[in-house]
């Protein structure tokens, strides 16, 4: 099990930037994928972005490609999602997860597939 602390969240206007963090203890954290999850009032939590344990490939959900950048610092134990461009409907509270698996090419999507989650933290964009 690893524990996960995300911070950087706050209050932004349209077409500001934010860099959320997301802090790691408990396991091997290279070995493991790590993902940025967001989930909206009244919506479902759904995927944003992943990398896998080296931090060699990324992927994103279409909303945010090209806006958001997902990073990691193995040597700090700590995820990165660099938010660009930001727009209200970005407005949600967003969660760093930790893959269940080992696996270097792993690179999930599916809130399934994350065994470790942080408690949170919001974003909000206004008008």
């Known amino acids: 099990q690893v524990q996960l602390v995300e911070s950087g969240g706050g209050l932004v206007q349209a077409g500001d930037s934010l860099r959320l963090s997301c802090a790691a203890s408990?396991?091997?954290?290279?070995?493991?994928?790590m993902g940025w999850f967001r989930q909206a009032p009244g919506k479902e939590r759904e995927f944003v972005a992943v990398?896998?344990?080296?931090?060699?490939?990324?992927d994103y959900a279409i909303s945010v490609k090209g806006r958001f950048t997902i990073s990691r610092d193995n040597a700090k134990n700590t995820v990165y999602l660099q938010m660009n461009s930001l727009k209200p409907e970005d407005t949600a509270v967003y969660y760093c997860?930790?893959?269940?698996?080992?696996?270097?090419?792993?690179?999930?999507?599916?809130?399934?597939?994350?065994?470790?989650w942080g408690q949170g933290t919001q974003v909000t964009v206004s008008s």
């Open positions: 997860a930790a893959d269940r698996y080992i696996g270097v090419y792993r690179k999930p999507k599916s809130e399934a597939d994350f065994g470790s």
């Open positions: 408990g396991r091997t954290f290279s070995r493991y994928a």
């Open positions: 990398i896998t344990g080296s931090g060699g490939s990324t």
